[in-house]
C-alpha cells in the first residue's frame, strides 16, 4: 500500500536542468528522512542528497554539491530534487527513498536502514 512515486526525469542536455518530485502515498513523510539515490549503469547505488523530516538539515554528495537542492513540501507529501547544470556522468536512475527518524541526531547514511523507495526514475544527460 506504501508506495513513493518519482517523476519528471527525462533527457536533458549537459548544462541543463530537471526538477524530480517524489510523491508518498498511505503514509505522512512526516518524521522521515528522504533522501535521494542514483544509480548508473554497472555502479552500486549511491545516495546523493538528503533532508530531514523538518528540512532544517540537508545532505550533498560531493558529486552534486552546488548543483542540485532537495527539498520537501509535508503537506503535500512530496519531495523535490532541483537538479541544475546537469552534466553526462549524473545520467543514473533516481530514486527517492524514506527513513524513520523517531529522534535527533539520525544520520543519512545507511542505505538499508531507507524503508521506503519508489520505483525510480531515469535522468539521462546529452553531452
Known amino acids: 500500500q506504501v508506495q513513493l512515486v518519482e517523476s519528471g526525469g527525462g533527457l536533458v542536455q549537459a548544462g541543463g536542468s530537471l526538477r524530480l518530485s517524489c510523491a508518498a502515498s498511505?503514509?505522512?513523510?512526516?518524521?522521515?528522512?528522504m533522501g535521494w539515490f542514483r544509480q548508473a549503469p554497472g555502479k552500486e547505488r549511491e545516495i546523493i542528497t538528503g533532508?530531514?523530516?523538518?528540512?532544517?538539515?540537508?545532505y550533498y554528495a560531493d558529486s552534486v554539491k552546488g548543483r542540485f537542492t532537495i527539498s520537501r513540501d509535508n503537506a503535500k507529501n512530496t519531495v523535490f530534487l532541483q537538479m541544475n547544470s546537469l552534466k553526462p556522468e549524473d545520467t543514473a536512475m533516481y530514486y527517492c527513498?524514506?527513513?524513520?527518524?523517531?529522534?535527533?541526531?539520525?544520520?543519512?547514511?545507511?542505505?538499508?536502514?531507507?524503508?521506503?523507495w519508489g520505483q525510480g526514475t531515469q535522468v539521462t544527460v546529452s553531452s
Open positions: 527513498a524514506a527513513k524513520f527518524a523517531p529522534f535527533s541526531g539520525v544520520t543519512f547514511d545507511g542505505i538499508n536502514d531507507y524503508t521506503y
Open positions: 498511505d503514509f505522512s513523510l512526516s518524521r522521515y528522512y
Open positions: 533532508i530531514t523530516w523538518t528540512g532544517d538539515k540537508t
